[in-house]
């Protein structure tokens, strides 16, 4: 079965800290996707990230960088000088071939405090 | 990017009310739609599939004739929750996909039952 875990509920950090969210998956197919959302409190959810299980190479974008290790069924995302902004709950998601479903985490509350 | 627009934001209405939902694609034909359900500080949680011009196949637990979801062209599903109770209150969001590629978010509707 499919499942993706988010085991901190809450994270609070201070203005300019780095951050890691972690996200554990679980799934038998080879082929699959992963992704990471961000919901500020206006509620819409922001689409930061799309990997697929043949590529493993880490990402950067800014402020914003992915850890992806299938060894260790792990997708990370780490915010470096977190800023106020930053403030939302983030969304671990998993897909897999042959459907188009999405499977979310139950997500990371984050809260940069000034 | 891509583009899905969901309405309406918001809706408050009395006990016993249908409402209904709107979801576009704006700017793709999406072949698929999804409706997922999220109660406050919990994740997002998938309730009916849709496909263009086929009925929506539901998640288990979903009450097919309590949501109605109607996918009659590439660009627009609605989802009508029929009868509504106080317990149906909670933020709806659509989300569009075509051939695969990632699902679209709408900005999700609050619904609100008195």
């Known amino acids: 079965a499919q499942k993706v875990t988010q085991a901190q509920t809450e994270i609070s950090v201070v203005e300019k800290e780095d951050v890691t969210l972690d996200c554990v998956y679980e799934?038998?197919?080879?082929?699959?996707?992963l992704f990471w959302y961000k919901q500020p409190p206006s509620g819409e959810l922001v689409f930061l990230i799309r990997?697929?299980?043949?590529?493993?190479q880490n990402e950067i974008s800014g402020r914003y960088s992915w850890n992806f290790q299938k060894s260790t069924s792990s997708f990370n995302f780490t915010i470096t000088a977190s800023q106020v902004v930053d403030s939302a709950v983030y969304f671990c998601a998993l897909s897999w071939s042959g459907t188009y479903k999405y499977i979310f985490g139950t997500g990371t509350r984050l809260k940069v405090l000034a | 990017g891509a583009v899905v627009s969901q309405h309406p934001s918001r809706v408050i209405c009395k006990s016993g009310t249908s409402v209904k939902i709107e979801c576009r694609s704006l700017d793709f034909q999406a072949t698929t739609m999804f409706w997922y359900r999220q109660f406050p500080k919990q994740s997002l949680m998938l309730m009916a599939t849709s496909n263009e011009g086929s009925k929506a196949t539901y998640e288990q637990g979903v009450e097919k004739d309590k949501f109605l979801i109607n996918h009659a062209s590439l660009t627009l599903s609605t989802l009508t929750v029929t009868s509504a109770h106080p317990e149906d209150s909670s933020f709806y969001i659509c989300?569009?996909?075509?051939?695969?590629?990632?699902?679209?978010f709408g900005d999700g509707t609050r619904l609100s039952i008195l």
């Open positions: 989300s569009a996909s075509s051939g695969g590629q990632p699902q679209h």
């Open positions: 990997r697929n299980s043949f590529d493993e």
């Open positions: 799934t038998r197919d080879t082929t699959y996707y």
